[in-house]
């Protein structure tokens, strides 16, 4: 197996101009970290030389270990292997990117949170860059994929490969572009040496203009209040002026972003109780009608290229058709039924996300125990989860109780991705996902009944 220093490699995550990120794992303990090494482009090698690379590697690592902020990935060690230095990071598996599904083609659209999701996610970027930009640090990279999102939904900002600090002076060729394509801001895309922290805050804009509305703002995209359901004109506001091509019409810091979005979540707060007083039209959506709906109950082994089809999901991952379920659940009972697919569902789920080595032995205890008066508990199928999806309108059903614990967010399926990973089905989203062994998802077992 092959070894970076004492740590052992499980996996890539990722490769960009600087360097590679490994998923690793240190032995004895089972820590799993993700690790980056220094491995540069041949090209940027001829551009800059091996001497800065390494010099801005290590200060890449030495910005982020002096950054001790909830918002921020905390770096856990720095070594040299084979005359490359590397360092290790705090791994999550999600991230913004992941969660709005932005593919390799940034510009095809992706999924739309809702306000809250988007509120919460704004605040905590807002308060990292704060945190950075108080020390000096500039990021110069903020787009959906650098932050990571851990198990209690904190964001986190990582990779500061392109990071630049106060007085640092630029000295790589006026054509290597820093940044990522439509995040960056213009003066980073004309001069990166001269951004200063309102760069970052462009980026951000963008970031939230693209959980409002699913797309990036290009010149003649529509406006978030005409494509968010419940977002209005000050969200459209906002946005214009986090992105403004002038920096000195943007906001001034994240502190004074962070205030006016503090405001607009304040009116959110008093339409959503308003919302709550009166009658809300349930929107229709395609379901799938039918005495029984007889669902797959077999896991599979499929990946990427066939998986959608073998789910019956849509380009965002989200299922093509949606079951009309008829729950009946007793008070007290922990087991919901659903007479239209005859599936006995755990109403809760596991008390704690599990990794995939944990999953038999939780679903062997439901049997032993005869959970719910039942002995015939399993890991259920993607297509057995997907039942129990429905369309996401981003009013979040905010005065209707959920019969399932929306707490459970992410659920593990019985069906493979390969040899190391499997499938997952996000519940607030309404999207399937997969992850590795080594991610910890909750688990609701399933029991097939008659009748």
């Not at 949170?113 to 308060?127: A, E, K, N, Y």
């Not at 290597?176 to 970052?200: C, I, K, M, N, T």
């Not at 009116?267 to 009658?279: L, V, Y």
């Not at 990946?303 to 959608?308: C, T, V």
Request: include cysteine; charged fraction near 30%; proline fraction near 6%.
């Amino acid at each position: 197996m092959k070894t970076v220093g004492k740590y052992e490699i499980r996996g890539l995550l990722g490769r960009g101009g600087m360097g590679i990120v490994y998923r690793a794992r240190l032995p004895v303990i089972e820590k799993i970290v993700a690790l980056k090494i220094l491995a540069p482009h041949p090209t940027l090698v001829d551009l800059l030389g091996e001497e800065e690379l390494v010099g801005r590697f290590t200060s890449e690592a030495s910005a982020m270990a002096s950054l001790r902020h909830p918002n921020v990935v905390d770096v856990l060690d720095f070594d040299w292997c084979s005359g490359r230095p590397f360092f290790t990071m705090e791994y999550y598996y999600q991230s913004l990117g992941t969660i709005l599904g932005e593919g390799g083609r940034a510009e095809y659209p992706s999924r739309i949170l809702s306000l809250d999701r988007c509120v919460s996610c704004m605040r905590q970027l807002l308060q990292g860059l704060s945190r950075l930009h108080r020390a000096g640090l500039v990021h110069r990279d903020i787009k959906p994929h650098n932050l990571l999102i851990t198990e209690e939904d904190r964001l986190k900002i990582g990779d500061f490969g392109l990071s630049k600090l106060r007085g640092e002076s630029y000295r790589g060729p006026s054509q290597l572009v820093v940044g990522s394509p439509y995040y960056a801001a213009p003066e980073q895309e004309r001069d990166p040496d001269r951004v200063d922290h309102r760069a970052d805050l462009y980026s951000a804009g963008v970031v939230l203009h693209r959980m409002l509305t699913g797309l990036l703002p290009e010149e003649g995209i529509s406006k978030p209040s005409e494509l968010h359901p419940d977002a209005d004109c000050q969200w459209d506001a906002f946005v214009a002026e986090a992105i403004h091509p002038d920096r000195e019409k943007r906001f001034p810091d994240a502190e004074a972003m962070m205030e006016r979005l503090e405001d607009l979540q304040k009116e959110w707060e008093k339409k959503k109780t308003e919302m709550c007083g009166s009658e809300v039209e349930e929107p229709r959506w395609e379901k799938v009608r039918s005495t029984v709906v007889l669902l797959r109950n077999r896991p599979v082994k499929t990946g990427p290229r066939h998986a959608r089809e073998v789910f019956a999901c849509d380009d965002l991952w989200r299922p093509l058709k949606y079951i009309e379920n008829s729950f009946e659940h007793e008070d007290g009972s922990p087991v919901v039924i659903d007479r239209a697919t005859g599936l006995a569902w755990q109403r809760a789920g596991s008390p704690d996300p599990l990794r995939w080595p944990e999953i038999r032995a939780y679903v062997k205890s439901l049997n032993e125990q005869r959970y719910g008066g039942l002995d015939q508990w399993r890991l259920p199928t993607v297509n057995e989860l997907c039942s129990l999806l429905k369309p996401v309108f981003h009013l979040d059903r905010h005065c209707i109780e959920d019969l399932f614990d929306r707490g459970r967010k992410w659920l593990w399926s019985s069906d493979l991705r390969s040899y190391t990973s499997a499938w997952y089905v996000n519940t607030e989203l309404g999207f399937v996902g997969s992850g590795d062994f080594t991610c910890h998802y909750h688990v609701r077992a399933v029991c097939s009944r008659q009748g």
